[in-house]
């Protein structure tokens, strides 16, 4: 979660609300929230082509 903070530059809030509006697909591995890169950068290049 917190990579995903880094590379996004946002908050810890605004990246549960990306996932709860389906924008930012996260999986949950042994209690944690993991992003794949893939995901990541597919958010961003649907942010930039907007």
């Given at each position: 979660?917190?990579?995903?903070?880094?590379?996004?530059?946002?908050?810890?809030?605004?990246?549960?609300?990306?996932?709860?509006?389906?924008?930012?697909?996260?999986?949950?591995?042994?209690?944690?929230?993991?992003?794949?890169?893939?995901?990541?950068?597919?958010?961003i290049?649907?942010?930039?082509?907007?």
């Amino acid at each position: 979660m917190r990579e995903a903070e880094q590379v996004l530059r946002t908050s810890r809030t605004t990246i549960y609300r990306l996932m709860k509006a389906g924008d930012l697909e996260g999986v949950m591995v042994r209690g944690s929230r993991r992003f794949t890169v893939r995901s990541v950068e597919q958010y961003i290049a649907s942010q930039i082509t907007e």
